[in-house]
T-cell receptor
Framework: DAGVIQSPRHEVTEMGQEVTLRCKPI?????LFWYRQTMMRGLELLIY????????DSGMPEDRFSAKMPNASFSTLKIQPSEPRDSAVYFC????????????FGSGTQLSVL | AQTVTQSQPEMSVQEAETVTLSCTYD???????LFWYKQPPSRQMILVIR??????QNATENRFSVNFQKAAKSFSLKISDSQLGDAAMYFC????????????FGKGTRLHILP
């Protein structure tokens, strides 16, 4: 299995631009998570899905952030418009969806908003 | 709400020595899961070890073991015979028993291995 695949690995954009981050979870995994990692705040859960349905989006910082999971093999996290304070590493992770299951992480997207 | 605290932002250990990383957590649940994840310079997070709170026996994975003190809500990670490849950020995490419970991470401890 190729693992969780995220793209792009790096993204540099200018303030005000739209940014879309992509994730392909491991086949057969029912849960998908989006995390943001910064030095100040550590690893924050933004949103997670079970069976393509958003379960908890309370970690999404504001309306500029949105996430979709149109099918079991694809998810996007969109920021529009982007701001410098959105600069962070964004991780996607998937699991089989049972309690206590191991999370499989992607390699993350390093986002820099200038 | 669940919280996870790692009080040591950075630690160093001599190669081949033993090091213990601290973690405390707060939860109102009686049963839950605890984890240690490793994030090497490659950035990809990897599960190191997992503990079910209802099990009294401490989990062990090769050179990695935990000291789980349920009453004290403490979950430390011991790395024996430290190797250069152990250099990484280590994150402690907790999760409730229900499938929809969030996994909450601590802020991490950066471990340096001195040759």
């Amino acid at each position: 299995d190729a693992g969780v695949i995220q793209s792009p690995r790096h993204e540099v954009t200018e303030m005000g631009q739209e940014v879309t981050l992509r994730c392909k979870p491991i086949s057969g995994h029912n849960s998908l998570f989006w995390y943001r990692q910064t030095m100040m705040r550590g690893l924050e859960l933004l949103i997670y899905f079970n069976n393509n349905v958003p379960i908890d989006d309370s970690g999404m910082p504001e309306d500029r952030f949105s996430a979709k999971m149109p099918n079991a093999s694809f998810s996007t996290l969109k920021i529009q418009p982007s701001e410098p304070r959105d600069s962070a590493v964004y991780f996607c992770a998937s699991s089989r969806g049972q309690g206590g299951e191991k999370l499989f992480f992607g390699s993350g997207t390093q986002l820099s908003v200038l | 709400a669940q919280t996870v605290t790692q009080s040591q932002p950075e630690m160093s250990v001599q190669e081949a020595e033993t090091v213990t990383l601290s973690c405390t957590y707060d939860t109102s649940e009686s049963d839950y899961y605890l984890f240690w994840y490793k994030q090497p310079p490659s950035r990809q997070m990897i599960l190191v070890i997992r503990q079910e709170a209802y099990k009294q026996q401490n989990a062990t994975e090769n050179r990695f073991s935990v000291n789980f003190q349920k009453a004290a809500k403490s979950f430390s990670l011991k790395i024996s015979d430290s190797q250069l490849g152990d250099a990484a950020m280590y994150f402690c995490a907790s999760q409730g028993m229900n499938r929809d419970d969030k996994i909450i991470f601590g802020k991490g401890t950066r471990l340096h291995i001195l040759p």
